[in-house]
């Protein structure tokens, strides 16, 4: 069964997908780790691929870039193709100087001035969202047995990329206690809690508000491999 923006069959989709913003980086990661891949989406070039990790089935799926995106892919996964996990795999600004290039960030709960929440089904009007907690656990057991560092945060989920009250970060930082920022999650979360599903965020610090340094564009597509290692043992 397809929806407007999927063209898949329900079966063609595991029940755990990973969701890199970049559906380059969903090529990627299907042509780099998965086994016996098939491709199942290239409506409006969203890539989705189906494939195997260490013998376990696993699916992975560009999301686009803002709510608005994540919100639709997201949404359609979890209801009508029965996607129970959904694990995003996403670059982000770092808000201090504690975060460096390339290190990997697990968003405890996310903070937004969006409305998407409170739009998308009429209650909702806290300033937070927050991941699968047991999701949360799992990915922690995982990172710790690839031996790979993890910082744990608030992470801030922004409706704009070129603000321009550029220092306005340091306001959120302070005030929310936000590590970094990306522009995803706090929707992801949302639908995962208004259906009954599994979230969880894991970013790979792409440049830094702080010190202005920066990774290129082929850099994010090519060498978060980290976040994606994590990721992909969560294959069931």
């Given at each position: 069964m397809a929806t407007p923006h999927i063209e898949a069959s329900k079966e063609q989709i595991a029940p755990v997908v990973l969701m890199p913003g970049d559906p380059l980086r969903a090529k990627f990661i299907?042509?780099?780790?998965?086994?016996n891949v098939?491709?199942?989406?290239?409506?409006?070039?969203?890539?989705?691929?189906?494939?195997?990790?260490?013998?376990?089935r696993i699916s992975v799926m560009g999301s686009g870039m803002g709510m608005?995106?994540?919100?639709?892919?997201?949404?359609?996964?979890?209801?009508?193709?029965?996607?129970?996990?959904?694990?995003?795999?996403g670059s982000a600004g770092a808000y201090t100087d504690q975060l460096d290039l390339y290190d990997v960030v697990l968003a405890d709960k996310a903070y937004s001035e969006s409305s998407y929440a409170n739009v998308q089904d009429g209650e909702y009007a806290e300033p937070y969202t927050y991941p699968s907690e047991t999701l949360n656990n799992r990915i922690e057991d995982a990172a710790?047995?690839?031996?790979?560092?993890?910082?744990k945060g608030t992470i801030h989920s922004s409706d704009v990329f070129y603000r321009e009250n550029?220092?306005?970060?340091?306001?959120?930082?302070?005030?929310?206690?936000?590590?970094?920022?990306?522009?995803?999650?706090?929707a992801l979360f949302h639908n995962a809690r208004v259906l009954g599903k599994e979230a969880a965020c894991l970013l790979t610090i792409s440049d830094s508000l702080v010190t202005n340094e920066a990774t290129?564009?082929?850099e994010r597509q090519n060498a978060f491999t980290k976040m994606m290692e994590i990721a992909l043992s969560l294959a069931e």
């Amino acid at each position: 069964m397809a929806t407007p923006h999927i063209e898949a069959s329900k079966e063609q989709i595991a029940p755990v997908v990973l969701m890199p913003g970049d559906p380059l980086r969903a090529k990627f990661i299907a042509d780099t780790f998965l086994d016996n891949v098939e491709r199942f989406n290239t409506v409006r070039n969203m890539f989705g691929y189906t494939g195997t990790y260490q013998g376990k089935r696993i699916s992975v799926m560009g999301s686009g870039m803002g709510m608005p995106s994540i919100g639709i892919y997201s949404y359609e996964l979890y209801k009508f193709y029965d996607v129970k996990t959904i694990i995003r795999i996403g670059s982000a600004g770092a808000y201090t100087d504690q975060l460096d290039l390339y290190d990997v960030v697990l968003a405890d709960k996310a903070y937004s001035e969006s409305s998407y929440a409170n739009v998308q089904d009429g209650e909702y009007a806290e300033p937070y969202t927050y991941p699968s907690e047991t999701l949360n656990n799992r990915i922690e057991d995982a990172a710790k047995t690839l031996d790979i560092p993890l910082r744990k945060g608030t992470i801030h989920s922004s409706d704009v990329f070129y603000r321009e009250n550029h220092d306005d970060f340091k306001r959120i930082r302070d005030t929310y206690g936000a590590l970094a920022v990306e522009m995803e999650s706090f929707a992801l979360f949302h639908n995962a809690r208004v259906l009954g599903k599994e979230a969880a965020c894991l970013l790979t610090i792409s440049d830094s508000l702080v010190t202005n340094e920066a990774t290129t564009s082929e850099e994010r597509q090519n060498a978060f491999t980290k976040m994606m290692e994590i990721a992909l043992s969560l294959a069931e």
